[in-house]
């Protein structure tokens, strides 16, 4: 999971005493060992008793982003197509981007950032494709309204020219990324379903 999700890590140990610091995900047993080896000023600790072990990654890479917890606005912006693109944005902050083949996974991906992330507004933005609208776009977005608790918003945006607007290979993404972030960052909103 922590690949998956972009994550750079290492363990912990006695001889890294001078060295640890950013962020620990630890349980317990874990929190009474960095304790017994550092002085952790220079740590930020989420525990997984407190949360899942998803719910500890979620937070600590929001951790790592904003050097806050506190979240006001969290978005995700989807772009639907053969490949979905994903783009989950908090504060403006881009905290993951990625494409994906299923979108059961993207259905799955944005439920995990939302139920381990405690935010004032909650936004799912789906681009509207401009081609014509077909039976795939609305079962998806069927599936993804069923899935997502009522208190989250859901945005319907323009899909026209949000893999255009910059150029894309020059900032190493590929287009549905691009274009998802795109989507996320829109200010307006055409429609809202709820």
Request: avoid cysteine.
């Amino acid at each position: 999971m922590l690949r998956f999700l972009g994550v750079v890590y290492q363990g912990a140990y006695p001889d890294m005493r001078s060295q640890l610091a950013g962020i620990a995900i630890v349980d317990e047993e874990g929190l009474k060992y960095i304790q017994s080896i550092s002085d952790l000023n220079n740590v930020e600790i989420v525990n997984i008793s407190v949360n899942s072990v998803e719910g500890a990654v979620i937070r600590a890479i929001v951790l790592s982003k904003l050097g806050s917890s506190r979240v006001y606005t969290l978005v995700a912006g989807i772009d639907y197509g053969k490949s979905l693109g994903v783009a989950i944005v908090a504060d403006s902050i881009v905290i993951y981007m990625n494409r994906h083949r299923s979108e059961k996974g993207v259905i799955d991906l944005v439920k995990l950032f939302f139920n381990n992330i405690e935010a004032t507004k909650k936004i799912v933005r789906v681009g509207i494709p401009t081609t014509v609208i077909h039976k795939d776009f609305e079962l998806f977005v069927d599936k993804l309204n069923k899935e997502l608790p009522q208190e989250i918003i859901v945005e319907f945006i323009s899909e026209y020219n949000t893999s255009k607007t910059a150029t894309y290979e020059e900032k190493h993404l590929d287009k549905d990324s691009f274009a998802a972030l795109t989507i996320a960052m829109k200010l307006h909103k055409i429609y809202e379903q709820r």
